[in-house]
């Protein structure tokens, strides 16, 4: 099977939602198969891939920043880029700019790129299929 | 016809604009276009066996709308039962779905 192309748009800040967690799970799911992902991350979804994200532990339950083992959306998004790189397909992050510098969230991961809404209409145009997850 | 995949994340007791969504899915699938409808995260709640929307999702599937539920969504809220109408389905046949061509992908 060839591969396609998937645009996606969101807009959920990291942790608030399950849109976020869905989000990847689509991302990573359209990878697993073999095709090229095109993300556009406006508003709250640019603080996704912040590098300065960072586990911490739990006092309340007296666990380490080891034991508590926080995930963070930083590093699923990297792992999401080396998924990408294992199976030969592009995944494309774009941070709507205007939005990255509202948030102070400009120091992000490798491979995320600075765009705007420009970047989306031309993802649009190219991608086989295409879905935006609004927040509420 | 267009194909349209409407991906339902919310649920009828927390959204009040479930019900007018259900209302268009009904009247894109009467004009003729062929509908799935994919249940994820809340939206699968309904589709647990003993709720009220049983007949609901009947009558949806009366009209030839196929509706699916995601696995995971359905286990993280302990739903082992499920209304005879919908599927068991996960987010791989949503991409597939989703990259069908002539496919028109809507998110509540």
């Known amino acids: 099977m060839s591969p ?22 689509i991302i990573h799911s359209a990878l697993n198969q073999g095709h090229h992902v095109h993300v556009f991350a406006y508003e709250g979804a640019v603080n996704l891939t912040m590098k300065a994200q960072a586990p911490h532990a739990n006092a309340i339950k007296g666990t380490t920043v080891e034991e508590e ?21 592009t995944l494309k992050w774009v941070n709507c700019g205007l939005c990255v510098d509202e948030r102070g969230a400009g120091d992000w991961i490798d491979g995320v790129h600075r765009g705007g809404p420009q970047d989306f209409i031309q993802s649009v145009q190219a991608s086989d299929g295409v879905l935006v997850i609004p927040t509420r | 016809m267009t194909h349209y995949l409407i991906l339902e994340s919310r649920d009828p007791f927390d959204s009040a604009d479930w019900a007018t969504m259900q209302e268009m899915i009904i009247n894109l699938r009467e004009s003729g276009h062929d509908v799935t409808l994919f249940l994820l995260q809340n939206g699968v709640l309904i589709a647990r066996k003993g709720t009220s929307f049983e007949s609901h999702f009947f009558n949806l599937k009366a009209l030839g709308i196929n509706i699916l539920a995601d696995f995971f ?8 039962n499920m209304v ?25």
């Not at chain 1, 926080?70 to 998924?83: N, S, V, Y």
């Not at chain 2, 919908?86 to 998110?107: A, G």
Request: aromatic share 6%.
């Open chain 1, 69 to 89: 083992n926080h995930p963070t959306t930083k590093d699923w998004i990297t792992a999401l880029f080396q998924l990408a790189k294992a199976k030969g397909v």
């Open chain 2, 84 to 108: 005879m109408d919908v599927e068991k389905s996960h987010l791989d046949r949503l991409i597939q779905l989703c990259l069908t061509p002539n496919t028109k992908t809507i998110w509540h």
């Open chain 1, 4 to 25: 396609q192309t998937l645009s996606i748009a969101i807009m959920d800040a990291p942790y608030e939602s399950a849109n976020s967690t869905t989000a990847l799970r």
């Open chain 2, 73 to 80: 969504s359905l286990q993280e809220r302990g739903i082992q």
